[in-house]
Nanobody
Framework: EVQLVESGGGLVQPGGSLTLSCAAS????????MNWVRQAPGKDLEWISI????????SYADSVKGRFTISRDNAKNRLYLQLNSLKTEDTAMYYC?????RGQGTQVTVSS
């Protein structure tokens, strides 16, 4: 059974930073490209970043480019998202995902 468990969210002031983590199990993590997506209250799910299976290629949505960094540790079956220069509009539930599955999410709230 695929399991994705996100952690690391919280309340942070504008301009602050957070590091999100996703623990993966139930599949061969190192074989899959991994995504981070988010959903703000009342809005559609938004894709924000992808990393290839080997961790050598990444891509970002324009809304987070230059502020967020995706990475992975295949030895630990872990996916990460470093969030810097956070804005109020980054407030959302953040999920890691593969096709057909995503975790329960971790809440990021950016507020002064």
């Amino acid at each position: 059974e695929v399991q994705l468990v996100e952690s690391g969210g919280g309340l942070v002031q504008p301009g602050g930073s957070l590091t999100l983590s996703c623990a993966a199990s139930g599949f061969t993590f190192s074989n899959y490209a991994m995504n981070w997506v988010r959903q703000a209250p009342g809005k559609d799910l938004e894709w924000i970043s992808i990393i290839n299976s080997g961790g050598t290629t990444t891509s970002y949505a324009d809304s987070v480019k230059g502020r967020f960094t995706i990475s992975r540790d295949n030895a630990k079956n872990r996916l990460y998202l470093q969030l810097n220069s956070l804005k109020t509009e980054d407030t959302a539930m953040y999920y890691c995902s593969i096709p057909g599955a995503r975790g329960q999410g971790t809440q990021v709230t950016v507020s002064s």
